[in-house]
């Protein structure tokens, strides 16, 4: 398990989701449920949307503003530190245009780690000359662990979230972005599996680039995404050249007077149609919902349930790869079991993920000790008569 989080945890929020009394959900790390604020945002804004001549001017700007400062906040940033981005590989394909790596130099990436990353930095290679460097971990070491046991001089570019897609198992990413630090290798996060659920500062970790979509624990609309891109990094080249990131946008009538300039800070690498006017609403519902709750508050209110289930795994003789995130676990299964026994809890409620070899349990604040009960009752009565793979 990550470091202890001492703060109080939250009270129960479960009506503040719409998530029906009979399902069970545990696939947060795949796709949140929204929030009914969220709900209730998002159908006022299609109400609007569907009457533009109730947009104004000043509406192209304004709530993607709201919408970047929310999210810095959330990870120490400022809102000139953050793009508004699509997508993962969208934040991970600006990241890659704006890092060089010198031929025979190495990219440091986590084995199956997200497709997504691997993709964009397989390309980075073809470009640059470098090499890929797969991190696999022995059986009885940490990710960071056997991150550090190769961290060295001839690394590039280390690409690592703060907790392994697939299972949650952590990264000490301090000590990692230190050694990163240390050896002159640049430093790229992919936070989607922890932005929203987790402690991040960026202050303290001081990476090149962090990347997260808004879908998972930020509870937004999928199709927004975030991009911090550090102030050394925020006079590179964006993946696109639209209006709205030039000087002085605001002013319509004058955008045939083509600029050079633009935007401050990380405004640059901002996706065209960041505008979004009939999801922004909703994503912001969101992110105003984490910012009352607090990050601390929601990661030490997610470790006290995924330390409920990992008990009730162990007892039962399931293995936990650890150590994991406060916010999800992998509970181990036999590989001819694993999607046979995900689509057999689906069939009574229970939703989880089947990724690499475990069952990804990924609750959050909607979860009730029911929905635990109801998950174990469920997993008992499967591998007491296994389906057939």
Same mark, same amino acid.
């Given at each position: 398990?990550?470091?202890?989080?001492?703060?109080?945890?939250?009270?129960?929020?479960? &009506?503040?989701?719409?998530?029906?009394?009979?399902?069970?959900?545990?696939?947060?790390?795949?796709?949140?449920?929204? +929030? @009914?604020?969220?709900?209730? /945002?998002?159908?006022?804004?299609?109400?609007?949307? /569907?009457?533009?001549?109730?947009?104004? &001017?000043?509406?192209?700007?304004?709530?993607?503003?709201?919408?970047?400062?929310?999210?810095?906040?959330?990870?120490?940033?400022?809102?000139?530190?953050?793009?508004?981005?699509? &997508?993962?590989?969208?934040?991970?394909?600006?990241?890659?245009?704006?890092?060089?790596?010198?031929?025979?130099?190495?990219?440091?990436?986590?084995?199956?780690?997200?497709?997504?990353?691997?993709?964009?930095?397989?390309?980075?290679?073809? @470009?640059?000359?470098?090499?890929?460097? =797969?991190?696999?971990?022995?059986?009885?070491?940490?990710? =960071?662990?056997?991150?550090?046991?190769?961290?060295?001089?001839?690394? /590039?570019?280390?690409?690592?979230?703060?907790?392994?897609?697939?299972?949650?198992?952590?990264?000490?990413?301090?000590?990692?972005?230190?050694?990163?630090?240390?050896?002159?290798?640049?430093?790229?996060?992919?936070?989607?599996?922890?932005?929203?659920?987790?402690?991040?500062?960026?202050?303290?970790?001081?990476?090149?680039?962090?990347?997260?979509?808004?879908?998972?624990?930020?509870?937004?609309?999928?199709?927004?995404?975030?991009?911090?891109?550090?102030?050394?990094?925020?006079?590179?080249?964006? +993946?696109?050249?639209?209006?709205?990131?030039?000087?002085? %946008?605001?002013?319509?009538?004058?955008?045939?007077?083509?600029?050079?300039?633009?935007?401050?800070?990380? @405004?640059?690498?901002?996706?065209?149609?960041?505008?979004?006017?009939?999801?922004?609403?909703?994503?912001? &519902?969101? +992110?105003?919902?984490?910012?009352?709750?607090?990050?601390?508050?929601?990661?030490?209110?997610?470790?006290?349930?995924?330390?409920?289930?990992?008990?009730?795994?162990?007892?039962?003789?399931?293995?936990?790869?650890?150590?994991?995130?406060?916010?999800?676990?992998?509970?181990?299964?036999?590989?001819?079991?694993?999607?046979?026994?995900? @689509?057999?809890?689906?069939?009574?409620?229970?939703?989880?993920?089947?990724?690499?070899?475990?069952?990804?349990?990924?609750?959050?604040?909607?979860?009730?000790?029911?929905?635990?009960?109801?998950?174990?009752? %469920?997993?008992?009565?499967?591998?007491?008569?296994?389906?057939?793979?």
């Amino acid at each position: 398990m990550s470091a202890p989080h001492r703060e109080a945890p939250l009270a129960p929020a479960r &009506a503040l989701f719409d998530v029906p009394d009979d399902i069970a959900y545990f696939n947060t790390a795949s796709l949140a449920p929204t +929030l @009914r604020a969220g709900l209730h /945002a998002g159908g006022a804004a299609l109400q609007r949307r /569907a009457q533009p001549w109730r947009i104004q &001017a000043a509406d192209w700007f304004d709530a993607a503003e709201e919408r970047r400062g929310l999210f810095a906040a959330l990870i120490g940033a400022g809102a000139d530190d953050v793009a508004l981005v699509p &997508a993962t590989s969208y934040g991970m394909a600006v990241a890659a245009a704006n890092l060089e790596a010198a031929p025979g130099s190495r990219v440091l990436v986590l084995a199956d780690e997200y497709p997504s990353g691997i993709y964009t930095w397989w390309r980075f290679t073809e @470009r640059t000359g470098a090499r890929m460097l =797969t991190v696999r971990r022995g059986a009885d070491q940490t990710w =960071t662990d056997a991150v550090l046991a190769v961290l060295d001089e001839t690394v /590039a570019v280390v690409s690592v979230p703060q907790v392994h897609w697939t299972d949650g198992t952590w990264l000490e990413l301090d000590r990692i972005a230190a050694a990163a630090r240390a050896v002159g290798a640049a430093l790229v996060i992919d936070a989607s599996q922890s932005a929203g659920a987790v402690p991040l500062d960026v202050a303290e970790l001081r990476p090149d680039f962090l990347v997260t979509v808004g879908y998972k624990w930020l509870l937004g609309p999928f199709g927004l995404g975030y991009l911090y891109v550090a102030p050394a990094r925020q006079d590179g080249r964006p +993946l696109e050249e639209n209006w709205i990131l030039r000087q002085d %946008a605001q002013d319509f009538a004058r955008l045939v007077d083509y600029r050079a300039a633009y935007q401050p800070g990380a @405004r640059r690498f901002d996706a065209g149609a960041r505008t979004a006017f009939e999801l922004t609403p909703l994503a912001i &519902a969101a +992110l105003r919902q984490l910012t009352t709750w607090t990050v601390p508050r929601i990661a030490a209110t997610l470790e006290t349930t995924t330390d409920l289930i990992a008990r009730h795994a162990r007892r039962r003789g399931l293995d936990i790869p650890g150590p994991h995130g406060p916010h999800m676990l992998g509970i181990t299964l036999p590989a001819h079991l694993q999607h046979a026994t995900a @689509r057999a809890l689906e069939r009574s409620g229970v939703f989880v993920g089947a990724r690499g070899n475990v069952l990804r349990i990924s609750p959050h604040l909607h979860t009730t000790s029911h929905d635990i009960d109801r998950l174990f009752h %469920a997993l008992d009565t499967t591998l007491e008569h296994p389906p057939a793979p």
